[in-house]
T-cell receptor
Framework: GENVEQHPSTLSVQEGDSAVIKCTYS??????FPWYKQELGKRPQLIID?????GEKKDQRIAVTLNKTAKHFSLHITETQPEDSAVYFC????????FGPGTSLSVIP | DTGVSQNPRHKITKRGQNVTFRCDPI?????LYWYRQTLGQGPEFLTY????????KSRLLSDRFSAERPKGSFSTLEIQRTEQGDSAMYLC???????????FGPGTRLLVL
């Protein structure tokens, strides 16, 4: 069945450092992989997504890489800022979206 | 149109009661999704619609849960005979086509006593 795993579950970095979150998915049928950020008490919001026809996508300090052969994708945040602190969810779209369990990122000023 | 809206935002009910939640998607979004989220977990897929057609319902979803989208616009999610384990945040999301960005509503937080 469709399953998405995500690591690490918690991540703490110093302000200005980079953060990397890794995800794997079980079913190769997915061609769309969004990443969502959820701040405490708020709704999930899309921060970046990638489709299977590209291996990497970048948007300012955020980048996502995709390896379809290995069925894994990663989120990279550079020059982290305190406002990046939140829970990040990777997801795989199988007509319905299956979310990973989340990574709680803390950026220490 | 300022985004996906959900009502009520909070609901407290007693075990065994029925509850109904409403979701109003972004205008012209033909896809509408329902998720359930508990503390420390990612959103869990419940069901989704394309226009008024319900295309899939999670196999994990009890028969006590039912959803409708009668005119392809707003949707309702009903939980019958609520149980304490139903306590969670219920999120609605909509998208314009697939696969496209899903925009989430603020959620309805349900507490079953």
């Amino acid at each position: 069945g469709e399953n998405v795993e995500q690591h690490p579950s918690t991540l703490s970095v110093q302000e200005g450092d980079s953060a990397v979150i890794k995800c794997t998915y079980s079913d190769s049928a997915s061609n769309y992989f969004p990443w969502y950020k959820q701040e405490l008490g708020k709704r999930p919001q899309l921060i970046i997504d990638i489709r299977s026809n590209v291996g990497e996508k970048k948007d300012q300090r955020i980048a996502v890489t995709l390896n379809k052969t290995a069925k894994h994708f990663s989120l990279h945040i550079t020059e982290t800022q305190p406002e990046d602190s939140a829970v990040y969810f990777c997801a795989a779209d199988y007509d319905k979206v299956i979310f990973g369990p989340g990574t709680s990122l803390s950026v220490i000023p | 149109d300022t985004g996906v809206s959900q009502n009520p935002r909070h609901k407290i009910t007693k075990r065994g009661q029925n509850v109904t939640f409403r979701c109003d998607p972004i205008s012209e979004h033909n896809r509408l999704y329902w998720y359930r989220q508990t503390l420390g977990q990612g959103p869990e897929f419940l069901t989704y619609f394309q226009n008024e057609a319900q295309l899939e319902k999670s196999r994990l979803l009890s028969d006590r849960f039912s959803a409708e989208r009668p005119k392809g616009s707003f949707s309702t999610l009903e939980i019958q005979r609520t149980e304490q384990g139903d306590s969670a945040m219920y999120l609605c999301a909509s998208s314009h086509g697939h696969p496209e960005t899903q925009y989430f509503g603020p959620g309805t937080r349900l507490l079953v006593l």
